[in-house]
């Protein structure tokens, strides 16, 4: 072992604690989508510490990051409106030592595009498609300037019935 170098080393748990997060990510996502009821718990280690930083893996849920600790990270909604982000989406969260917070979609899930009419009530927005309404983000109002009534495309999660949230692709 002393002729490995202790980079290397350090890169391979760096690797590792990564690969533990992602699948201790996928397998939330799964008992979210499938409702088995199954308490999935995130390994010990889930949440790694390198020379970027904290590094953190979780699901997006249409508003936030929702870390494998159970915790909820707050994402941008310019971010996640501007990246298109959907439901479900696999994302990495990287804390720098001066408290920056990083975020990167690492695993999209799959996604379809709809058609539909931007409705206002509760003080929230949503996009009405065949009688269900995907909320959408206030800063996807305000950036395609839409109105109550506005045609908007929509992406949402292709797999997931259940969605709450879209992202909004385009106004017609």
Not at 8 to 23: F, M, N, P, V, Y
Not at 49 to 65: L, N, R, T
Not at 87 to 109: A, C, H, N, R, S
Request: charged letters at 25%.
């Amino acid at each position: 072992m002393s002729d490995i170098p202790e980079k290397q080393i350090k890169r391979l748990r760096s690797l590792l604690g990564e690969a533990e997060t992602s699948l201790s990510a996928a397998k939330e996502l799964l008992v979210s989508i499938i409702g088995d009821g199954e308490t999935i718990t995130a390994p010990r280690d889930a949440i790694v510490s390198g020379p970027e930083g904290k590094v953190i893996e979780g699901v997006f849920d249409g508003q936030i990051m929702i870390g494998p600790d159970g915790k909820n990270y707050p994402v941008s909604a310019n971010y996640a409106s501007k990246s298109k982000l959907v439901e479900g989406d696999i994302m990495k969260l990287t804390i720098t030592d001066d408290g920056k917070f990083l975020y990167k979609q690492i695993g999209p899930v799959a996604r379809k595009s709809v058609i539909g009419t931007l409705t206002h009530h509760d003080d929230k927005y949503y996009v009405e498609v065949n009688g269900r309404e995907y909320q959408i983000l206030y800063a996807s109002v305000t950036y395609f300037h839409l109105h109550e009534g506005s045609q908007v495309s929509v992406t949402i999660p292709a797999d997931n019935d259940e969605a709450a949230w879209a992202a909004v692709e385009a106004a017609l």
